[in-house]
């Protein structure tokens, strides 16, 4: 997998379920703050509109990695952006904390997540979301 690192750097990470959980609960330990860090009140809205069960159907799958990833993209609409790694000064504190990823994932990375999607489907999502 592709990790956006800063604004020109990315990296490739080897990334499995449980070593993102883990990597996921020393950030938290660590700290949790950065400008993003209002996207955490989201959380128990997703909870209780199903949210996740609704991303798993649109994906048509179970894995948790593509699931959280797709939450990233909930929220890039939530903050009315898209395409905010590479060119803009989206970091990884607040962020990728809020999407359950200990890293940010390329736009690369997202797009190759969405395209076995059509646009019925997206359509259908965003207003179920």
């Not at 699931?67 to 790694?85: F, G, K, S």
């Not at 590479?86 to 990728?96: D, P």
């Not at 690369?108 to 359509?123: A, D, M, T, V």
Request: proline share 3%; charged share 20%; net charge positive.
């Amino acid at each position: 997998m592709e990790q956006q690192v800063s604004k020109r750097r990315k990296a490739r990470l080897k990334i499995s379920p449980s070593s993102n959980e883990r990597r996921l609960r020393q950030q938290l330990a660590q700290r949790v703050s950065g400008t993003h860090l209002g996207l955490m009140l989201l959380l128990p809205f997703h909870l209780k509109l199903g949210a996740w069960p609704m991303l798993q159907q649109y994906l048509g799958t179970g894995d948790s990695l593509a699931c959280r990833m797709a939450l990233q993209m909930v929220h890039e609409a939530a903050i009315c952006t898209n395409r905010i790694r590479a060119k803009n000064t989206l970091c990884n504190q607040g962020f990728a904390l809020a999407n359950g990823l200990s890293f940010l994932p390329t736009d690369k990375q997202i797009h190759e997540l969405s395209y076995g999607q059509n646009i019925e489907q997206s359509q259908a999502l965003q207003l179920a979301l």
